[in-house]
């Protein structure tokens, strides 16, 4: 099966249809105030509006309080829920929509016990740890600590770039990745010649 790709992060409606130009699969819109591409429900409202069918929207949250993803939910409708933080298995059961939940890996984790934690989420998305940040750092981890035989799809995350895309999807043959600042020209701002390299990079891979 081909490698989805989830472009993660997008602030503008420009970049979301630059994405689904492009071929992303999915698009990830930020609920996290600390983030720089946190966006609020409104404007993720009009990005979704604005996009063609059959991409996916995705809404990313980070330790939130179960009425602070209500609230967007009621705003703006995405269709699968990605939670970064401390989450446990039963808040993120508790929206009744499909999720993945992310993983910020470092040695001594264990992936295998994790993903039956969490054995009904859609994915693992697996990501850097990089203290005090949930996501978008721009830094890589070791792929080699991903066990074999995860019972969970995995999305890869974490530093992915034009350059390394077509290696990372060779050794970890993920079901999908997902970028952000590899495909910017500034926080929170997309480049649509880098995300259609990008995608194109997926694309060797999987040949």
């Known amino acids: 099966m081909a490698t989805a790709v989830k472009i993660c992060g997008i602030t503008r409606v420009e970049d979301g249809l630059a994405a689904a130009r492009a071929g992303a699969h999915a698009i990830g819109l930020v609920f996290y105030p600390k983030s720089p591409r946190c966006i609020t429900p409104v404007r993720a409202s009009e990005i979704i509006r604005s996009l063609p069918p059959f991409i996916t929207t995705v809404g990313l949250f980070v330790n939130s309080t179960a009425e602070e993803v209500h609230s967007v939910l009621r705003r703006a409708p995405v269709e699968l829920l990605q939670f970064q933080g401390e989450e446990t298995p039963e808040f993120c059961r508790w929206f009744g929509r499909p999720y993945v939940k992310a993983v910020r890996v470092r040695p001594g984790m264990d992936l295998l016990q994790y993903a039956c ?63 952000s600042s590899g495909v910017e020209s500034a926080k929170g701002v997309k480049d649509a010649a880098r995300i259609s390299a990008f995608i194109k990079g997926v694309r060797n891979a999987d040949l």
């Open 117 to 179: 934690d969490y054995h009904d989420a859609r994915a693992l998305l697996l990501d850097a740890y990089v203290e005090g940040l949930h996501g978008g750092s721009g830094v890589a981890f070791d792929w080699s600590l991903i066990p074999r035989g995860l019972p969970l799809p995995v999305i890869l995350s974490g530093g992915l770039t034009v350059e390394n895309v077509t290696e990372a999807v060779r050794r970890v043959r993920p079901s999908a990745v997902d970028v």
